[in-house]
């Protein structure tokens, strides 16, 4: 069977999540879940539950993302988190207006579903960030989340470089330096199964911040 999409789920020590994020996985599309470094037997827990697993040794989100992007075959491919804040049926959503060929990129826009969900620091963060972006860029988007889609050739044509947090900022300034048409959908934002282990905290939040105002920098 012809895999229609390909979604991404970088992941470090998601074991306990990864059943239930993998249950809502749509139909005839493929997961592949990159291991960054778990030591909790996240990636057996993926092949038992039919995802396909890479491994990225080199640590970091933008790294992970790009070990699979690297490793799809699918015409579209979507991302998500593995930590089950997400609920990969959503993507349909996301993936629709690439799909339909009335957008290039869609990010999806977080809406939090539950108190908690979202922690203030990283909303807070998230917000100034995107304000400058559109104020100074002039591109109206006003989440950079990890859910996300777009098609492989184009993906993988960008030729994107950041291996770290900044790796979603780059995505959006290359691709409206690009022409591309860029859109965004809302999706319901949960609480994640689990310890966060770096977007969620403030020693994450701050790292993330550090790298796109890098980011900002280079492309301002």
């Known amino acids: 069977m012809e895999i229609a999409v390909d979604v991404v789920l970088p992941c470090l020590d998601e074991a306990e999540a990864l059943p239930g994020v993998l249950a809502g996985l749509p139909t005839g599309w493929r997961a592949i879940v990159v291991d960054n470094g778990s030591t909790d037997g996240s990636a057996a827990v993926a092949e038992r539950h039919g995802a396909t697993v890479v491994h990225a040794a080199q640590r970091g989100y933008g790294a992970a993302v790009h070990a699979g992007l690297m490793a799809t075959t699918a015409p579209i491919v979507a991302f998500s988190d593995a930590d089950g804040s997400f609920d990969l049926a959503q993507l349909a959503a996301v993936v629709g207006p690439v799909r339909s060929g009335d957008a290039d990129l869609v990010f999806a826009r977080r809406v939090p579903a539950r108190p908690g969900a979202w922690p203030p ?48 900022l780059e995505l959006l300034l290359r691709a409206q330096r690009a022409g591309w048409r860029i859109d965004e959908v809302p999706v319901p934002y949960l609480p994640r199964v689990g310890r966060s282990k770096v977007t969620g905290t403030v020693r994450g939040t701050v790292q993330a911040v550090r790298d796109m105002t890098t980011m900002l920098r280079r492309y301002a």
Request: a positive charge; aromatic letters at 8%; charged letters at 30%.
């Open 121 to 168: 620091h990283a909303r807070f963060a998230n917000a100034a960030l995107l304000w400058w972006v559109r104020r100074r860029m002039g591109v109206d988007v006003h989440d950079l989340g990890p859910m996300r889609a777009g098609r492989r050739t184009d993906l993988i044509g960008l030729d994107l470089r950041d291996r770290r947090s900044g790796y979603p």
